[in-house]
């Protein structure tokens, strides 16, 4: 093995530290890789070159050329199976712990020692297993940093940690500028960290095994979204086919209808219209007679043929067709226009629903409800005032963000939407989702959401604001609030402001409320199911009015 190790030695180039491959001999007699020796190309502009190992220049560039006795050799050593260095014989690299003890060049160490600060090939390391002089010495994996175990002011091991200080000392360090510092063994101190880092270690490890579950569980729901959408993307192409066939079967039908009633109704016009043509036909024969005897000049003649003739001078006919304006199918095109309509109502009416069910596709982790201003403006969303639903005596302004009660009536026609008999406005957009706005009042006041369908009659006590289970409110006064839900008042405790903010997360069933100033003070958090969408409502009182604060 050694004479291998010798010969691999030989054969291999100082550069790359490799067998040589393409070998080439400079003038100085040391070989070099052909590859690696062209380095040379970068010193043509100075025109001097030199050998790596013994310097010696050269002028002019000498030429090189392949060394084939080399290159044989290195062939020979390569079929010897000997390419590779064996693994106690690594030699070592720059980014390699090199052996301590080697001489000349250096294999890789494959351990350290923490007494004798230093570190060791397979070879060397032999004595520290055989030697009972050694079997108290600490191996640990090859290390560069062996010298910061030394301590820089007394050239000594550190054994000593100065829990004071929190730092490595020596024996020397513990009685002199450590002296009556709390001290211990680096082992002792070592033993303890280790403690705590593995209790570091295991709830490391048990976060890791639990978001591990998370993302497994994560992934399941991804596939099962994956799975649930195809399948309703599959069954709702199904149910629209149906559908799509199904108009076009009825479109058939009428079709089918309205051409045999064409025809039957054509066959008896036509029926009629042989017969008056058949009538006519008969008239003008007789017609032609009575010409005939009108135009004979002989009196007596004339006289002779008409008694036969006369009959033909009377008309019994009287038409039975009776002038009316034209209306024949035009009925049948207003019915199918009716059903279009009455189907566009059940299609809006539909998708709403069907809009509202896809908001409310949940998955397994949700979004907590914020916990600063900022948090809820990410849900800040534009809200109208709705003048269709307005009371007659609230005058919308500032692009109808902004309902004051009035002492006279506003020029509002009259529609099943307004509100008759409680002073409040809805607004123009359906809310779902989390939605986030913001109402600054003058006077009292309630902030509210509602349904659509929520009573607009007669009867306040059940069309108001909060009056029925269609509807929650605020109810806010200079010096108190009070939440309502289906007519059951419920006081609140909180900080008085002109500015109510309201927090809606309709999947999750959240209706919040807070009063806003330099901050946000929760005062009612309602926890409910919602089944249709919301929108946000203002009830005024007297002298009062309301504005939706712009948040963008």
Known sequence: MEQNQLDRETLSCSICQDLLKDPVTIPCGHSYCMKCINFWDEEDQKGIHSCPQCRETFTPRPVLSKNTMLAALVEQLKKTGLQAAPADLCYAGPEDVAC????????????????????????????????????????????????????????????????????????????????????????????????????????????????????????????????????????????????????????????????????????????????????????????????????????????????????????????????????????????????????????????????????????????????????FLRYSCEITLDPNTAYSRLLLSEGNRKVTLMDQPQSYSSIPDRFTKCHQVLSRESLTGRCYWEVERIGKASVAVAYKNISRGVNWKVSGLGRSDKSWGLACSPDSYHFIHNSIWTSISGPCSSRVGVYLDHRAGILSFYSVSETMTLLHRVQTTFTQPLHAGVWLDYNSSATICKLK
């Open 100 to 375: 301590d003890s080697c001489s000349g060049r250096k294999l890789k160490a494959i351990k350290s020692c923490l007494v004798c600060l230093a570190s060791f090939c397979e070879k060397h390391l032999q004595p520290h297993y055989d030697s009972a002089a050694f079997k108290k010495h600490k191996l640990v994996e090859p290390s560069k940093n062996l010298q910061e175990n030394i301590c820089s002011r007394h050239d000594e091991v550190m054994k000593r940690f100065c829990c004071t200080d929190q730092k490595c000392i020596c024996y020397l360090c513990s009685v002199d500028e450590n002296k009556g510092h709390d001290t211990v063994s680096a082992a002792a101190e070592r033993t303890e960290r280790q403690r705590e880092l593995e209790v570091r270690r295991e709830n490391i490890q048990q976060g890791i095994q639990d978001r591990e579950k998370d993302v497994k569980l994560l992934q399941q729901e991804l596939e099962a979204i994956k799975h649930s959408a195809d399948k309703t993307v599959e069954d709702s192409e199904k149910i629209f086919t149906q559908l799509i066939r199904l108009i076009q079967k009825r479109s058939s039908d009428v079709k089918q209808q309205i051409r045999s009633q064409q025809e039957t109704e054509g066959s008896r016009v036509k029926e009629l219209q042989e017969k008056l043509e058949q009538e006519i036909t008969e008239l003008k024969r007789k017609d032609a007679e009575l010409k005939q005897l009108s135009d004979t000049e002989d009196h007596n003649q004339f006289l002779h043929n008409y008694p036969s003739l006369s009959a033909l001078s009377e008309s019994t006919h009287s038409s039975s067709i009776k002038i009316r304006p034209l209306s024949y199918f035009e009925d049948v095109t207003a019915a199918v226009s009716e059903l279009r309509d009455q189907l566009q109502d059940i299609l809006r009416d539909a998708w709403t629903n069907i809009s509202l069910r896809l908001t409310e596709v949940d998955v397994l982790l949700s979004e907590p409800e914020p916990k600063s201003r900022a948090g």
